[in-house]
């Protein structure tokens, strides 16, 4: 029998912060989970919008946009959040400087990309996060096992096209939870 435990690989996956999550940063937060492996966990906190919107963004890195784009920028997380991120879709692409983390969603850090996206030319749906989530290894773990968190599949639609408010009843619901019901912690027999 062998004692080595195989570690669970969350990528992919929504992160549903528990009502009774007491970290400011993640209240009712839904995050997308970019990386999971021994060496720890990485994601974007996916409903949590700043003040800034992409416009403002454009124009402080000089890239030249097209159109107004109104679209607010989100707070990834409490890591590095001088750090811009793109998640995005893989239509339109591929873009050289993405790293691919299922079919259809990809993440990037790329200027490059984001002169795409002003141009026009970039992938159909996309967010703009600054900083992002991270978790030590095991740490994810032993606070999904401590019922901070619930996971459920990402799904492209309540990644890209539900507004920010709406993203983490949506992610409840889809585990087929009422999330006016939903309690914080966890009931035993």
Known sequence: MSTQKQAMNLANQFLIAMPGL???????????????????????????????KLDEILEQLDID??????????????????????????????????DIISEDIALSGSLELLEHIAQGSGPQHFLISLGYAGWAPDQLEEEIQSNSWLTAPANSEILFQTPSHLKWQKAVASLGFDPDTLQSTAGHA
Not at 23 to 41: K, M, Q, T, V
């Open 22 to 52: 007491n970290d400011p940063n993640f209240e009712r937060s839904l995050i997308y989970l970019c990386h999971h492996d021994d060496e720890g966990a990485m994601g974007l906190v996916v409903n949590q919008e700043t003040e800034a």
């Open 65 to 98: 946009c097209d159109k107004e784009m109104q679209q607010k920028v989100l707070h990834g997380g409490p890591v590095r959040q001088e750090q811009g991120f793109i998640l995005h879709s893989t239509d339109n692409g591929p873009y050289a400087k993405s």
